[in-house]
């Protein structure tokens, strides 16, 4: 089958287009045929760095994949051959989605949203299930809270606006001022411009705060919880605050990283076919540009998803 490796790990141009063996089906196992795949940071910074999660002897990145099943292994009742599904299988381990074909377990996949294509599927899974595991299962969102959403025009922010704003929620984001109005469209409530003023002087009072850029965001943000409230962590550990001030202020702190979840890729397809949740798609880039795709993401300028086309 036609896949994307990376020759070495390091600069995007690395990616190039190689010819593997398809995977088979195990036990509880389908096998996919993939349409469209996601493309995430986790994959450009593993790319980057060769340190997150577990390879093969042909490393293959991408998580999130949207396709047609095209076989199912033994043990296997949730799905027959010519069921469309779509899910992130095997994060962190090697899922492959930069190719053809891949093998997962079949609960690691859920029916495809009808109302979507593959390629606004294939958007979905990583970063939709990073905003609902985040805001309603670590910080437990509730209705009239006030949440402030970093980098929200990003791929998991963006989702992440429309899920707190399902939930109830006033909703605060922050991005660059050509992303405002994209962002009201999605029900945020303010914007903030972090290029020109302090969110920590222009926002006070929320009750949770998403944080997916990292570095001093966290401790900053730190200050404009409320006490009980939730700070949430998702690029890496070392944007915690210090526990010492947290446990002064009242405010629970930690670092989330996304689980494989069927029962979270339902809930999410429920708000899209309720019409509250649409995933923007940035950019559709051909499996064998992956190398461009990756170049696109670097720059963190996107609005929305990038995503290549497989089939």
């Known amino acids: 089958m036609r896949a994307v490796s ?9 990616l190039v287009p ?16 993939v349409h469209a795949a996601g493309v995430n940071p986790v994959d450009w910074k593993t790319r980057a760095e060769g340190a997150f999660g577990s390879w ?23 799905y027959q051959p010519g069921d469309a599904v779509f899910g992130m299988p095997r994060f962190p381990e090697q899922t492959g989605g930069y190719a053809e074909f891949v093998a997962a377990p079949a609960r690691r996949f859920a029916p495809k949203p009808a109302g979507l294509s593959h390629v606004e599927a294939a958007a979905l899974p990583l970063a939709a299930l990073t905003a609902w595991q985040g805001l309603i299962e670590t910080a437990g969102l509730r209705a009239g809270q006030r949440v402030l959403i970093h980098a929200a025009a990003g791929g998991v922010g963006h989702l992440a606006v429309q899920i707190a704003k399902a939930h109830g929620a006033y909703v605060i984001g922050t991005a660059r001022a050509d992303k405002h109005e ?5 029900g945020a409530d303010e914007v903030v411009d972090y290029t020109r003023v302090d969110f920590t002087e222009a926002v006070r009072d929320v009750d949770v705060v998403l944080d997916g850029v990292g570095g001093a965001y966290g401790a900053r943000s730190l200050e404009i919880i ?45 708000l899209v076919d309720e019409g509250k949740l649409r995933v923007e798609i ?10 461009k795709a990756h170049a696109r993401g670097e720059q963190g300028r996107t609005q929305g998803k990038i995503v290549l086309s497989v089939a």
Do not use: C, K, M
């Open 226 to 270: 409320r006490p009980g409230g939730h700070l949430v962590t998702l690029p890496d550990p070392g944007g915690l605050p210090d526990p010492a001030r947290a446990a002064e202020l009242g405010v629970h702190t930690g670092w989330t990283i996304v689980e494989p979840d069927r029962a979270g890729l339902l809930e999410i397809t429920r």
């Open 182 to 186: 994209f962002l009201r469209s999605l």
């Open 282 to 291: 940035d950019t559709v880039i051909p499996l064998e540009e992956a190398a």
């Open 56 to 78: 093969g002897d042909t490393p293959i990145l991408g998580y999130d994949v949207s396709g047609v099943v095209e076989q199912v292994g033994p043990g296997v009742t949730l």
């Open 18 to 33: 190689v010819e593997v063996d398809r995977p088979e089906p195990g036990l509880t196992e389908i096998l996919v045929r």
């Open 6 to 14: 990376p020759r070495a790990w390091g600069a995007p141009e690395n």
